[in-house]
């Protein structure tokens, strides 16, 4: 079982920055894939970013160049991801889920998910 507490998010301009991230405690033998999914209002959750133990990143199209996912590994019981998102648009916003599965294929139906966080870009 892993545990999933975020931290981050709020408010932000478009054009500005804000960090995100996630610590994951528990087993993690299972667990290779890493990452955030987001939901915006009346949309479905899409997949933002994720990163597997070995450093290899996934990003949707809309955030490259963008975002930046990177991964603490140094633990045993606890990983950390972290998402850097720069130069925000009004589209970035939604709810944004830490997300932990055993790949990433299959993060959206049998990962674990955090509680979300909500990230806001408004001028």
């Known amino acids: 079982q892993v545990a999933l507490v975020e931290s981050g998010g709020g408010l932000a301009q478009p054009g500005g920055s804000l960090r995100l991230s996630c610590t994951a405690e528990g087993s993690m033998f299972s667990i290779n894939a890493l990452g955030w999914y987001r939901q915006a209002p009346g949309k479905q959750r899409e997949l933002v970013a994720a990163?597997?133990?070995?450093?290899?990143?996934?990003?949707?199209d809309s955030v490259k160049g963008r975002f930046t996912i990177s991964r603490n590994n140094a633990k045993d019981d606890e990983n950390t991801v972290t998402l850097q998102m720069n130069r925000l648009k009004p589209e970035d916003t939604g709810v944004y889920y830490c997300?932990?599965?055993?790949?990433?294929?299959?993060?959206?139906?049998?990962?674990?998910w955090g509680q979300g966080t909500q990230v806001t870009v408004s001028s």
């Open positions: 990163i597997t133990r070995g450093g290899n990143t996934t990003y949707t």
């Open positions: 997300v932990a599965a055993f790949t990433v294929r299959t993060m959206l139906d049998f990962g674990t």
